[in-house]
């Protein structure tokens, strides 16, 4: 039993939304968080959720990067409160909140921080609001990120498709007993030595898994276009980075194990 937690299956050109869905029994994989990347992709995820419930789950959520051509803050936060209030049975999450610097010079630096971190800063008080979980972006970040948590108490949290270390999952894992830490394909490639380091230490009962599909498939699949499949090479990526450093369990109960991570992060049962 897998939960892919952190796909944007709507974006694949390659496979059917009814052909991926078909195909998850092949690799284990029981559920699917499926997230939006704006308002517009927000509902296709919660169309999809309607159509495959119990299987497909959705999140409601601003993308860092899309928070300039989003419009106005107030508006904006209003229309995420009320996609949510109207499809609560179908929503899981705020996703895919935090700070994305990737693109962005020294001068232009304050200006992006400040319009991400009002955006960010909402989203926040919104999951709280609703006990929802937060999926964080941490890309160039990681600093601004975990400053922004801690200045508005937010708890309940993922830091999605981890790429960081094992120093910042630790000052995270230790300011909150609700995070958990998302491996995704990055810990499938061998360059990834801080990741699967982190992967190898952590305790078992923080780690959830995803694809992040389509994008960027595990290195044994590496090439194609990802899909929720693929979370099983990552699962079993970790557990073996797990068993190598101290894990006792075998891989069944540790699948089960990171399966009620999944469930417990997004309420469901």
Known sequence: MIIDTHSHIYLNTHQSI??????????WIEKIISIGI???????????????PGIIYATVWIHPCDVKEAG?????????EQLYLENKEFVVGIWETGYDFYHNSLEDYEKEKNIQEQFFTAQIEL????????????RNSKNEVFETLQKN?????ILHCFSEDLEFAKKNIEYSSECKISFSWIVTYKSALEVQKTASSIPYS???VETD??????QPVRGTQNIPNNTRYTLEKVYELQKQ????????????QIYQNSLDIFGLK
């Open 18 to 27: 009814d052909e991926i869905v078909s195909w998850l029994k092949n690799d």
């Open 206 to 208: 923080r780690i959830i």
């Open 72 to 80: 106005e803050i107030h508006d904006v936060i209003q229309k995420l």
């Open 38 to 52: 704006n308002l517009e992709t927000s509902q296709k995820c919660i169309d999809m959720a309607k159509k495959y």
């Open 127 to 138: 999951a709280k609001k609703y006990s929802l979980p937060l999926i964080i972006h941490t």
């Open 153 to 157: 108490n937010a708890k309940k949290y």
């Open 213 to 218: 599909s389509p994008y960027l498939a595990p």
């Open 245 to 256: 450093n101290w894990l006792d369990m075998i891989f069944d109960e540790f699948m089960k």
